[in-house]
């Protein structure tokens, strides 16, 4: 049951009763769950728009940001979503923590739930970390970005920028451009699009894709010109710079100059072409500073949707983890 | 409109309408809109008193404690002033933030105010960031310190505590000593003091004087010991220890026996002399500690009215805010 | 007053009046006072099953975590608890503060109080830190661990342990196992224990124990082995890395062969022995992962039950605190 979505969704929502107390990444779901995350955030956007921006539905609940890796961004996103729900919030940091003190991940998890946490944000440099967490404690676990494997809440974020400008993602093209051989981002998008019905293009220098690539259901293509015409969704990867003049990437100006998407290369777009990046953008490199801040790029609109859609996830965990206390105690 | 004040406070306070957005500096402000604050802030004092320490006038709304210079006084009175008024508070630093990744303060405020924000509490070393964001973004932008500029709620809170044990400011005289130059404290007390009507005399030697002190509405005096029996209040500023031993400063020895405010000099001053501090004290270099703890000291006390002041600040610039929305979106 | 007990402890604990606005150590406490923080904590216990884990008791009261040593476990403990009362948390770090001005732990506290705190929760590497903040400022001082000198929530927690699983402490043998001469836990835990009837068996090397552990009320015992048979709990310490290698103790192989739990002992030992540590376990070190994770250790049951007995020592300061300013302000 959506907390309080436009009637539409909410429809939709009604019929659908979410039993997943993990959200590990978007690979697993269907796509009738995909669309009940996308409803749920539906409703939650409004709250947003309160002059009170509260709602009571984890009111006594604790969430923990178990954070591996530096992060506001996202932090604060998952920070702010918890609040506007009324959880308590607990910010762990792996530094000066028990972590180094020499402690397992497992064992700093299954402290934290002797302590009665409800749901566990972890952001990990390990593939895999929150799908180890989900096996050996009861807390609900959302992945906020494991390694090169998954960022499930950044899919969903984009996927709902998507549909809320464009409606049914069904038939159209989603590129997604830069180092995809290491990004989550990427791989989230991939199958959530996947899930709704677009078409994935990945854009990009062969020494930035995937190793198995033709095993997703993906097109490739290495020539961003050629594609730039026909897309209805450009989703610039931000470039990390540690890559940049080393052996997969020789210098940010080359970078640039292929796969940035400057004013020029846009005037080239489809008129009502996306313009997307999780940001922080590097402006200039991936983007030009014209483009970030035009009318089709959807930056900060990203940003805004997270929360709604970080608000959904939190909600939708709980709920389930409430559901299952219900019945048995098999995670 | 104020929150709780006082009879004679509220009456003043009930027919003014406060309509800044944003708190910069002192300097901008009028005579009626700082008697404005301090009588605000007369009716929050109280309820620190209280058993219960809450009022829930910025329920559901967001502060953000943007610190890109480390400070724990500040941060921490406007983050209790924030709880106290049902806020929630999310604190951002600049180290291991995307900040760190590179990018820039325009951006880090707006994908803050994509997230729902509603008042960024700014901490800078560079002078005229706060103005900077308040031409950026929508949220309501509050100084807490900007390079050698402005810091208005300590500016604020010295003449409230001022004002609290001496009445009207009217004919005061305020000698204001030590590193005026360097410092932003000294420029907002300076501000707010000539506008209330008070005389301030700058006291300190000639290089640690601002450059164009002739354009204050000041008076400069080199010599404490001949200032020291005709003044009302001595603001002793802070000596920022990087700056002793240096071509403007040779020695914290030196200093302190011209311009360390010990029992000797305190016995040539008025009886109820008022000696104030910012804080952190160094003791035995700007003040004895004998007259750090004695009974003219307003330490502590300007400690709790800090507290007042930022409630009273956060409250009203919420409000300046909620009226523009009613009105049009202007900033 | 207990909050919520059970009836035999809520009995008990309604006949008895708390009159400590501070907790230092638990050498300073009666027999009774021991019982009714234990009652106390029996009836928050509940709190925290509940699907709202809240209670309202510190609403609008500010709880400060100063916290001069690193800690995860017991800060996120004592920030639960104070969040599940209702209070707000104010956390305290040296790194980046006022105190790295130099500014004074006196001066520091003074200011927080100010500022209105309700409550100081410190650590602190110097023993008797909590005693000089409770003879220098107004507020309720919970000690987290002071030096090597107490650490009372953590024995209260150990204690509450025995107490849920054995029942009435009197007569049960408890071991104490390891590095006793630098460990607050175990002088806590020994003077708490004492009080309550039970008998404390200190094993470690010479090297480990303390000065005057003559004085303590206590057998000393150098032989774990000889012991395991006979006692009803072994509370195994934290083996600290920076002492091994040293000359206090050769080697971490030296240590495990001579005083690690293993299973090969704990076959000896009666069928059950309740096997505790404070955390974070050093696996294979302290105790085998077998061990630290079978049916005889109370490792994260003492975690959970640290929440509650926080829970009550901070409800009880904080009505110790409002009995006081009902009668006088002496501290």
Redo the contacts between chains.
Sequence with gaps: MPYNATPSAANRADRFIWRRKHLLGLRDLSREELLHVLDTAEGFKEI?T?????APPL????VVNLFFE?S??TR??F??AA?RLSA?V?E?TAT?????????LR?TA????????DIVVIRHSAAGAPHLLSRCIDAAIVNAGDGQHEHPTQGLLDIFTIRELRGDLKGLKVAIVGDIAHSRVARSNIWGLHKLGAEVILVGPPTLMPASVEKLPVTVCHDFDAVIPEVDVMNMLRVQ?ERIGSTVFPSGREYSRLFGLTMDRLKRARKDVLVMHP?????GMEIESEVADGPNSTI??Q??N??AIRMAVLFLVNQAA?LKEGTDKTP
Excluded at 96 to 104: A, F
Excluded at 110 to 117: D, K, P, S, T, V
């Design positions: 947003s309160r002059s009170i921006k509260k009111r006594g609940k604790v530096d506001t961004r604060n996103s920070t702010l609040n308590d607990l762990f000066g923590s028990s972590i180094s003190k020499g402690e397992t064992d299954r402290n934290l739930e002797a302590m009665g946490i710079f940001g922080p953008v590097n402006r900060l609109r940003v805004s997270g929360l409430a």
